[in-house]
């Protein structure tokens, strides 16, 4: 497997982990999703102006997950030698887990909280493939590039924006299907349904796990045994 492909299989199962969590927390019924921070941050001004007090904290709760999450990825980073793209996927597993004990009576604002940082830590990870920008818990940008890729190609006919509009329109469908298999899967399981996104998270891993070109290790292996033979042999 080389490493664009690799690469593309690994984005295309965190869109559609994005898109599963963008619709668990609309489908079971949560005020807003858990991916972005615009409309906690419009309710934060809200809530205060309203003097919903209790509201207000855990909309404050919530953005400070969300730039925590942000933080600690970017410090793994640059301060250790953690591997930022395991430590996101194992991060998601936990909190799929942890989701699938949530109370049904719990308030919809707590249920959001380790959503928010799941959702913060794969997007500060995970956020595009080679010369492309791509969410992949969210759409929007995604919908914007697709459209301008395909109607410059129309245009042009220049081949690279025709790649461009694929690239962006595989990161839709995969998000959409995540949203289609977190529909039907919270409607039956609600909460719980969190498991079925797990196989996705443990697909990822597992291909983060693979060298990046296997036939490539090979070569370079017999490569070297041929080196070693002739040097013996001199």
């Known amino acids: ?16 982990i994005g898109g599963f969590f963008g619709a668990y927390a ?3 019924g949560f ?24 509201d207000f904290f855990l909309r404050i709760l919530a953005f400070v997950l969300y730039i925590t999450a ?13 591997n930022t793209r395991k430590y996101a996927i194992t991060v998601e597993i936990i909190i799929m887990i942890a989701l699938f004990f949530m109370p ?12 928010f940082f799941m959702m913060s830590t794969q997007w500060s990870v995970f956020h595009g493939v080679g010369k492309y920008n791509s969410a992949t818990i969210f759409s929007t940008n995604n919908l914007k590039q697709c459209v301008i890729g395909f109607t410059e190609y129309l245009l042009d006919k ?16 995969w998000f959409h299907v995540g949203v ?21 998270s443990v697909a990822a891993f597992t291909l983060e796990e693979l060298p990046e070109n296997i036939k490539d290790e090979v070569e370079e292996e017999i490569e070297k045994d041929i ?3 002739g040097e013996v042999k001199a």
């Open 104 to 115: 049904k009576s719990v308030n919809p604002l707590v249920g959001l909280l380790p959503i």
């Open 26 to 28: 609309i489908v079971n």
């Open 227 to 229: 080196t070693v033979l």
């Open 180 to 200: 289609a298999i977190s529909y039907f899967t919270c409607k039956e399981f609600g909460y719980m349904a969190s498991l079925f996104a797990v196989p996705f």
């Open 31 to 54: 005020e807003n999703m858990g991916s972005a921070q615009t409309t906690n941050m419009i309710d934060i001004v809200c809530t205060l102006l309203g003097k919903n007090y209790f």
């Open 158 to 173: 220049n081949p690279e924006q025709l790649e461009k509009g694929k690239f962006y329109g595989n990161s839709l469908i």
């Open 70 to 82: 942000i933080a600690i990825c970017v410090c793994l980073g640059k301060r250790t030698n953690v």
């Open 1 to 16: 497997m080389n490493f664009r492909s690799k690469e593309m299989y690994i984005h295309s199962l965190m869109c559609i």
